[in-house]
């Protein structure tokens, strides 16, 4: 596959054409965008001379200027779609696009598809329910535009949707890597072999899974596909994707700049562990400069196997910032407790709970499957996690189902 000149840029010509692109906006934004001109230096020299811009202040400007804040470039009359954050860390932002930022979502997406072997020739499937969140809609834009042959899969059960992928010979399925699995789950119920049906390309979004190995493996037996992880963010953009290595997920610095903030210091560097933090270079219309994403990540620069020097986040995104748990003085991302208990081909669904009973930290996890494992496991989150974790097994379709993220890592105070 020939790749793009933006993939393969060295560190001086990747910063000078995102520097470029990013400072002959500027001046339009001090004069147009009344958040940004409120924030924007005079002069920045350079992307470092900037402030980060943080979800917190884009959701108290959105509460000060009702209903869709002053980070608006443009005559409200411009903007043609509205698309809005889950809301699952406080109240839900409002985003608007243009006619020419939608445009720029659909050309973010054509990286993703192309690093997954996608093309016109496939029929893709969109396992989702079509609400406010942006992340499908732009999916099926830009797949749209590839020239593939789009299927919704909106306003459907799961057993339609099963049906639905049979009877239109889907090629390529997208949806959470948690929805994928229920699936299959519910193909099995009909007597339906996923393995068995033309899909043959997954593309993951939402969750870490696609990017964690025993998460991965599972789905890509189940449904008998390849699968790919996808990042991005409804305030953001369509940012990152998984290529033929399969070991993290590459930003497309084309569109997008990257940086990396070590939260203790406050420092931003170019690569290491810590929050990323995007810049968007498409959406002028409701931009974000330095962005602070609230996810946590292990970036890293080099050439990847599959010939990209775009910067990799190692394993995808790890998690929220906030999602990180201390058990005992020992940090743990639910992540990580997945990337162990989805190696056990016997585990169904799971669930796990971190309460405090008298200031100490217990871990608690409820896996469905036959009894007898629950050793096992906690003996592998010993081993690697250096924690110890309660195990129960219960029976098959006891613990909820999820279509979009799944929700289950819960803490409690006892
Ligand atoms: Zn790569």
């Known amino acids: 596959m020939a790749l793009e000149r933006f993939e393969v840029f060295g560190d001086a010509e990747r910063r000078r054409a995102q520097w470029a692109r990013l400072s002959a906006r500027l001046p339009e934004l001090q004069r147009d965008n009344p958040f940004y001109r409120a924030k924007l230096p005079n002069a920045a020299r350079d992307l470092r001379d900037l402030p980060f811009t943080t979800k917190s202040e884009l959701s108290e400007d959105q509460a000060a200027h009702p209903p869709f804040g002053s980070n608006l470039t443009y005559p409200i009359e411009r903007y043609v779609r509205l698309h809005q954050t889950s809301g ?18 659909r050309e973010c997406w054509q990286p993703i598809y192309r690093a997954a072997g996608v093309t016109a020739r496939d029929r893709v499937f969109f396992a989702f329910s079509f609400g406010p969140f942006v992340g499908f809609w732009s999916a099926f834009a830009g797949a749209e535009r590839l020239g593939a042959l789009c299927l919704t899969g909106g306003a459907m059960t799961t057993t339609e949707r099963v049906a639905a992928i049979m009877a239109t010979e889907a090629t390529v399925l997208m949806c959470t890597p948690t929805y994928a699995l229920r699936l299959a789950e519910a193909a099995r119920e009909e007597g339906i072999d996923l393995a068995r049906s033309a899909l043959r390309v997954s593309i993951h979004a939402g969750e870490p899974g696609a990017s964690i190995p025993a998460t991965r493996e599972r789905i890509e037996k189940e449904l008998g596909v390849e699968s790919f992880d996808h990042t991005g963010a409804t305030e953001v953009g369509a940012h990152g994707f998984s290529c033929s290595a399969r070991d993290g997920v590459h930003i497309n610095e084309s569109e997008f700049i990257a940086e990396v903030l070590d939260t203790r210091t406050g420092e931003a560097r170019d690569e290491g562990e810590g929050e990323l933090v995007l810049t968007n270079l498409g959406r002028w219309c409701m931009p974000v400069i330095r962005y602070r994403t609230g996810d946590r990540v292990t970036a890293v620069r080099g050439s990847c196997s ?14 929220r910032v906030d999602d990180m748990v201390t058990v005992r003085g020992v940090n743990v991302f639910p992540s990580s407790i997945e990337a162990i ?11 796990v709970e971190l309460a405090t009973v008298r200031e100490m930290d217990e871990l608690h996890c409820t896996v469905e499957a036959p009894a007898g494992i ?38 409690t105070n006892v």
Do not use: N
Request: with cysteine; glycine share 10%; net charge positive.
């Open 88 to 105: 699952t860390t406080g109240r839900p932002l409002r985003l608007l696009d243009t006619a020419e930022s939608w445009d720029w979502w």
């Open 306 to 319: 599959c010939g990209r020097t775009l910067l990799k986040l190692a394993g995808g995104i790890a998690g």
């Open 341 to 351: 208990i989805r190696r056990f081909d016997e585990v169904g669904e799971y669930r």
């Open 374 to 411: 629950a050793e096992r496991v906690a003996d592998a989150i010993h081993r690697e996690l250096g924690i110890r974790c309660k195990v129960e097994t219960v029976a098959s379709g006891t613990l909820p189902r999820f279509e979009m993220k799944a929700k289950r890592f819960h803490k």
